[in-house]
């Protein structure tokens, strides 16, 4: 299994990179980690598996920022799996979240005002992209116990509090 944080040149993009002033605007993960591997993300047509390969090349192409590898046995990666297919499959994107976590990041960039820790427009039930992590930490006890559901965590933020963790399962 493979997290994976993007960036494209697609316009949404751009505009993330653009308010949050960081390297990467996407964040989903992997599972078979080949270039053929199926990847689980959420955008703004809400959340569902794609193919890895095919996010990497042709129009709106993403290009990998960072990445960190989990080896875990196959047998969970296939809990996790059928979990988030049978849970979370085709669930709607987080508009107001999203919207609300850019502004609050897009504040504190202009005025140094601290980013909330709640965030005031989540809906619950809907998903933008980081906040699929939470469902990692729950067969992955070793991945950093960062809660993004309903808070103001961006992709790059993300990265930054786990980037030097080594995870073992």
């Not at 990666?77 to 990041?105: C, H, Q, R």
């Not at 933020?157 to 399962?169: A, G, H, P, V």
């Amino acid at each position: 299994m493979k997290l994976v944080w993007t960036k494209s040149h697609l316009p949404l993009s751009l505009v993330i990179r653009g308010i949050t002033g960081e390297p990467c605007s996407h964040f989903a993960f992997v599972f078979d980690s080949g270039p053929k591997g199926l990847m689980f993300e959420s955008n703004l047509l809400g959340t569902h598996p794609v193919f890895f390969a095919s996010a990497l090349k042709g129009f709106g192409a993403m290009t990998i920022v960072h990445e960190k590898d989990i080896t875990i046995p196959l047998d969970l990666e296939d809990s996790i799996w059928d979990y988030i297919v049978e849970n979370y499959d085709d669930k709607p994107y987080d508009y107001s979240g999203a919207v609300y976590t850019g502004l609050m990041v897009l504040r504190n960039r202009i005025f140094k005002t601290p980013i909330p820790a709640v965030n005031k427009w989540a809906d619950t039930g809907t998903y933008y992209c980081d906040e699929l992590y939470n469902i990692l930490t729950k067969f992955i006890p070793s991945l950093p116990q960062v809660q993004v559901q309903g808070t103001c965590v961006t992709p790059e933020s993300l990265w930054q509090r786990m980037k030097d963790m080594e995870i073992k399962t």
